[in-house]
């Protein structure tokens, strides 16, 4: 039960990641590689946004 709250809860913070880098000022190249390093990386990929993505 506690996987699947985990996988719930990353789950939304993975689609509200996606979300913010699509409506960021950054090109869209741009936003097509960090949503696919958020996706492909799911766990590193959202750290990795999360501290140097587009603000």
Known sequence: MF???LGFL????AIWAIL???KS???TA???VWA???LF?????LII??????K
């Open 49 to 54: 946004w999360f501290l140097a993505g587009p």
């Open 25 to 27: 000022g950054a090109s």
């Open 10 to 13: 990353h789950l939304i913070i």
């Open 20 to 22: 913010s880098i699509f």
């Open 36 to 38: 696919l390093v958020v």
């Open 3 to 5: 996987t699947g709250i």
């Open 41 to 45: 990386f799911p766990i590193i990929g």
């Open 30 to 32: 741009e936003k097509i």
